[in-house]
């Protein structure tokens, strides 16, 4: 069956760095499309970023762009999205997506606070 698990997630002080990493298995990863979404507390789950399936096109919503990069590797089946230069308002609990397959993994918590 189609399986996300992420991890990578922890307290950070604003300003500084962490990278997400979603392990995927169950299906062809290097044909699927990735996302990464995001719950912050008392919120609405919203998109963050996107990868194409040979990851050669990204796309960002706008508060990410230029702190955040989506990538992946497809030979270890994984996703990753590196955050820098952390805000406080990007504490939330992260999720990745396979799109095609409706799948979510169960999401890792990002904290950030001085």
């Known amino acids: 069956q189609v399986q996300l698990v992420e991890s990578g997630g922890g307290l950070v002080q604003p300003g500084g760095s962490l990278r997400l990493s979603c392990a995927a298995s169950?299906?062809?990863?290097?044909?699927?499309?990735m996302s990464w979404y995001r719950q912050a507390p008392g919120q609405e789950r919203e998109y963050v970023a996107h990868?194409?399936?040979?990851?050669?096109?990204?796309t960002y919503t706008a508060s990410v762009k230029g702190r955040f990069t989506i990538s992946r590797d497809n030979a270890k089946n994984t996703v990753y999205l590196q955050m820098n230069t952390l805000k406080p308002e990007d504490t939330a609990v992260y999720y990745c997506?396979?799109?095609?397959?409706?799948?979510w993994g169960q999401g890792t918590r990002v904290t950030v606070s001085s």
């Open positions: 169950g299906f062809t990863f290097s044909s699927a499309a």
């Open positions: 997506l396979a799109p095609s397959y409706a799948a």
């Open positions: 990868i194409t399936s040979g990851g050669s096109s990204t």
